[in-house]
């Protein structure tokens, strides 16, 4: 159990490290990325005194809000039919409800092929 608790953290720790990096430069005082000068809100105000940000970020968050709303409605309503359905489609319909979840690393698979094929081809040449 406690090789299973330490496992947990360091994978949590792992993959929340890179955001925390990013978290801590975005109060950076200075351009660098690769040194700190001190903390500051210098960017957060530039961002907020800039009104094409600001639009942004609000037509950012509105889309998202819309988004959050319709996908849950519609996915709890088909979460609840594809339960109660009991018909002939009801598997296939559920195995069609993956396909969002199984499409990124489809694609990274292809893209990886792609790549490393276009790459061994050219260097053959």
Do not use: H
């Not at 903390?39 to 942004?56: I, P, V």
């Not at 559920?94 to 061994?120: D, H, K, Q, R, Y």
């Amino acid at each position: 159990m406690r090789t299973l608790r330490a496992y947990t953290i360091a994978v949590f720790a792992f993959s929340f490290a890179p955001l925390a990096v990013v978290v801590v430069f975005s109060f950076n005082n200075e351009r660098s990325l690769q040194k700190f000068g001190g903390f500051s809100l210098r960017w957060y105000q530039t961002f907020f005194d800039s009104e094409s940000l600001r639009g942004s970020l609000i037509a950012s968050l509105e889309i998202a809000f819309g988004t959050m709303i319709v996908s849950t409605v519609l996915g709890t309503l088909l979460a609840f039919g594809l339960v109660r359905a009991r018909t002939w489609y009801s598997g296939s319909a559920n195995v069609l409800m993956l396909i969002p979840l199984v499409t990124p690393e489809i694609v990274a698979g292809v893209s990886a092929l792609l790549l490393f094929t276009s790459s061994a081809c050219s260097c053959r040449c």
